[in-house]
């Protein structure tokens, strides 16, 4: 029977659940928007529609890549971003399908896809999720760091901007997520466009708070000054978590993920790069490059996990 394994990524906009064959091919995707609650029922059914469209009957492990915090001992999301429940009891549903299951933060799955399917010598590296918000994952000299409960490196709460006052999903402010992630960067445009003067299309919308995350890059692409100055301001907030991140743990590489990174990847990846220069110490040494999944990162670390389950997350999933 051939060993096949399902790979669930619960994301804040979307729950993608794939089966992988034996070689590691993706043989089928199912996806759905993440709802606000009963998360479970709509986990079930995606993966109830992809195993029933697929004809597939055993399958031999699952991993799940979920955003933190994590009460792994539960198999529980407690208090996940953008959804209203305090707990989702994601390793419960994926047990009906499979015995085998294993979970951890999207960011950790992500940066052990990188290890365990690309580059297995992989010895000191950081992964930042760059999507509806920021999140990470921290390899050092080739072991996966996961913390005393599994929620080490929450570094989308690093504080980047002492004086803005904009408040974070998680109560603290002037956080990287708060500036530069999705979720908050038409709030960043409007706060942006309140201390500056601009002639411009989208500098009149941004004041009106009339703009999305994807307006403020299509504009820029069309040249739109104001637009070019937020883009500009938002990598600059990302070199300084990159930098303080680098200053942390001394990679020898940082890769770049996430739904909005790999949307914009050209743009991101040449403007941090100025302010990398000006914020990383001079000891340091470290490239940033586009990680090898991209929007697919923490599917392929749900996979991951699940097909080369690293030491560290074995025992705590099993605590
Ligand atoms: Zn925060």
């Known amino acids: 029977m051939a060993d096949y394994i399902l790979a669930l990524d619960i994301g804040a906009s979307k729950i993608i659940a794939a089966v992988f064959d034996h070689r590691g091919e993706i043989i089928d995707v199912e996806r759905a928007r993440t709802p606000r609650s009963n998360v479970e029922k709509t986990i079930d059914q995606v993966i109830g529609k992809l195993l029933g469209r697929t004809g597939i009957s055993y399958i031999a492990k699952a991993g799940i890549a979920a955003p933190g ?3 792994y001992r539960e198999g529980v999301l407690e208090k996940p971003p953008n959804i209203d429940q305090d707990r989702v009891h994601v390793t419960d549903v994926v047990k009906r399908y499979t015995r085998h299951v294993i979970i951890a933060n999207d960011g950790v ?14 010895k000191n590296a950081v992964l930042v999720t760059i999507g509806t918000g920021i ?8 072991r996966l760091l996961i913390g005393s409960n599994g929620n080490a490196h929450e570094i989308g709460h690093i504080v980047v901007d002492v004086d803005s006052g904009l408040e974070c999903g998680c109560g603290g402010v002037g956080h990287w997520e708060a500036l530069a992630g999705g979720r908050w960067i038409p709030r960043t445009a409007k706060t942006l466009a309140s201390s500056t003067s601009f002639d411009t299309e989208l500098y009149h919308k941004a004041r009106n708070g009339d703009i999305t995350t994807g307006d403020i890059y299509e504009y820029a692409k069309k040249g739109d000054a104001f637009a070019l100055h937020v883009v500009d301001y ?10 303080s991140i680098a200053s942390t743990y001394d990679p020898e590489v940082v890769y770049l993920s996430g739904g909005l990174f790999a949307r ?8 941090i790069q100025r302010y990398l220069d000006k914020f990383a110490g001079r000891h340091l040494r470290f490239k940033v490059i586009e990680s090898s999944f991209l929007e697919q ?7 991951a996990i699940a097909y080369s389950p690293p030491i560290e997350l074995v025992k705590l999933n099993q605590e």
């Open 69 to 71: 915090p994590i009460n």
């Open 297 to 303: 990162q923490s599917l392929y670390g749900a996979y």
């Open 264 to 271: 914009h990847k050209e743009v991101i990846l040449d403007g």
């Open 234 to 243: 938002l990598n600059k907030i990302h070199a300084a978590g990159i930098a």
């Open 109 to 122: 799955a992500g940066i052990w896809a990188e290890k365990a399917l690309v580059k297995q010598d992989l």
């Open 135 to 142: 999140g990470g994952g921290v390899i050092v000299d080739g």
